[in-house]
């Protein structure tokens, strides 16, 4: 399925992902240096470019005003999903002011209300929001994987292959029931029957 690669000026180790010919490849300003670095293509480069200082001498450029409502990486999610894209990776989110960081978070949740799939890549986590679905995770998978509920409740909750086990929880807002699962080395699953939840997987020092 075909992708929107967004990538931002946050932190990043390292970008090694290769996009495809049907890809949509956007940096968002200071993203722009990100993509340079690492010789990745790029399709689009939308922002105000206050942390990059310049506009880009890039044929594709979208330039917003510094006064807006929404971030320059909502921004760059929002001409993807004009473009049919409903796949979502973004790189460079994360770091910097914890502000930026959940506003992407936020951002994973309206990809899904609106029937899409956003991860978000960390140095060290990644974050994904899932809506009334199922994720699978294949044996190769390691770390932590903590679970939240973003709203009110989230009801017929299930945690299967990894080390602690949930079947058919009620998970609320208030009490972090769902922090600090454990990939084991075997196929797993999350799911949720009706509500939203945040997975954030972290690596293990």
């Given at each position: 399925m075909k992708t929107c690669y967004i990538v931002g000026a946050g932190e990043i180790e390292e970008l090694s992902f290769c996009p495809g010919e049907d890809d949509l490849v956007i940096a968002c300003d200071g993203g722009y240096e990100h993509c340079r670095k690492w010789?990745?293509?790029m399709d689009l480069v939308v922002g105000d470019f206050d942390s990059l200082r310049f506009i880009p001498d890039h044929p594709h450029v979208v330039s917003l005003k510094p006064e807006k409502d929404d971030t320059d990486t909502g921004c760059a999610a929002m001409i993807g999903l004009e473009r049919g894209y409903r796949e979502f990776v973004i790189y460079g989110g994360t770091g910097g002011r914890i502000s930026h960081?959940?506003?992407n978070i936020q951002l994973l949740s309206d990809l899904a209300r609106k029937g899409c799939h956003g991860i978000l890549m960390g140095k060290d986590a990644w974050y994904r929001v899932i809506?009334?679905?199922?994720i699978r995770f294949g044996k190769e998978c390691s770390g932590y994987l903590s679970v939240f509920c973003l709203g009110d409740k989230a009801y017929g909750v299930y945690?299967?292959?990894?080390?602690?086990?949930?079947e058919d929880a009620t998970l609320t807002k208030e009490y972090p029931v769902g922090v600090s699962n454990e990939f084991v080395g075997t196929e797993s699953r999350v799911s949720v029957r009706?509500?939203?939840l945040l997975?954030?997987?972290e690596r293990k020092d």
């Open positions: 010789k990745i293509r960081t959940i506003a809506l009334n679905e199922e945690e299967s292959g990894l080390k602690y086990r949930l009706e509500g939203m997975l954030i997987g």
